[in-house]
């Protein structure tokens, strides 16, 4: 997962702008009465972040059509909020790190609390995977989604573990994560790598990754020893944890192929 810093527009001003643009006019009427409810329920998430699930939903059930048709009903507004989220991750997806964004996800989903619906600290950069019809809770009810904005993503803990080997000589690579480390962001990591499936979804990610390293090691292959081809593998790992943390997903994947003398020496003898 990614630690991301939220845009800095005032929430309230966003909702303004994009309200301004509603038609028909009735609409944008009853969306400006809903402006200090609104204030509220924004004020409500700033004081509960990141432990969301605290949050009861406001009673905003006879505006909900109102309210979701900011969201998708394109306005320019609209639009520009969109892309500044997307922004945000250069691609990546702030939830998995392995496929690129696609959508916005709404951490609080928009069909329980569409007071949130274009709250932009409530709209996070993620790929069509990550972005699925879901809760942010687990079947106990426990918050089980991170909380790129919020939560206390150490940018330096090794919490995603990637055990590469080779299985019916191809290399592939097994993902989970370490919750030996007795922090609550751990546990938290661990039901959100739940959550998202991250397991399926890195092992389908991995095949590409592997094949480029499986290509690279060859090269060096040439010139290089196993032992220093291992350690420039480790190499390439670090700055890759350097430049998107150290649970980005190919950080992960290529501190596991540097560990493992079967990958390696899979590269170095050929693979056939
Ligand atoms: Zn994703």
Redesign the pocket.
């Known amino acids: 997962m990614l630690k991301l810093n939220p845009i800095t527009d005032d929430p309230l001003d966003v909702y303004d702008a994009i309200v301004e643009r509603k038609r028909p006019t009735d609409r944008r009427e009853r969306l400006q009465k809903l402006r200090r409810r609104i204030q509220s329920a924004y004020a409500r998430y700033d004081r509960r972040k990141p432990d969301l699930e605290e949050i009861v939903p406001g009673r905003f059930l006879d505006a909900k059509e109102d309210l979701l048709r900011c969201y998708k009903g394109p306005t320019g507004p609209r639009n520009k909020l969109y892309a500044k989220i997307k922004g945000l991750s250069a691609y990546w ?7 690129t964004t696609a959508t916005l996800d709404h951490y609080l989903p928009k069909d329980s609390y569409p007071e949130f619906c274009v709250l932009p600290a409530n709209l996070i950069p ?6 699925r019809p879901r809760d942010f809770r687990d079947s106990a009810g426990k918050r089980a989604l991170v909380h790129p904005y919020f939560d206390p993503v150490p940018p330096t803990d090794r919490l995603l573990i990637a055990v590469v080997s080779v299985k019916d000589g191809l290399p592939r690579a097994k993902f989970s994560v370490d919750v030996s480390a007795r922090s609550p962001f751990s546990k938290l990591y661990a039901r959100h790598f739940e959550l ?1 499936s991250l397991r399926k ?1 890195y092992g389908a990610a991995a095949v590409h990754v592997l094949a480029e390293a499986v290509r690279t090691v060859r090269e060096w292959g040439a010139e290089l020893t196993l032992k220093e081809a291992q350690v420039k593998l480790a190499r390439q790992a670090t700055a890759e944890e350097q430049a998107w943390g150290a649970n980005y997903f190919k950080a992960a994947l290529l501190r596991g192929a540097a560990r493992s003398k079967a990958f390696l020496e899979y590269c170095f003898s050929g693979g056939t």
């Open positions: 997806c702030a939830y998995c790190t392995a496929y993620a790929c069509s995977g990550c972005n998202l979804q």
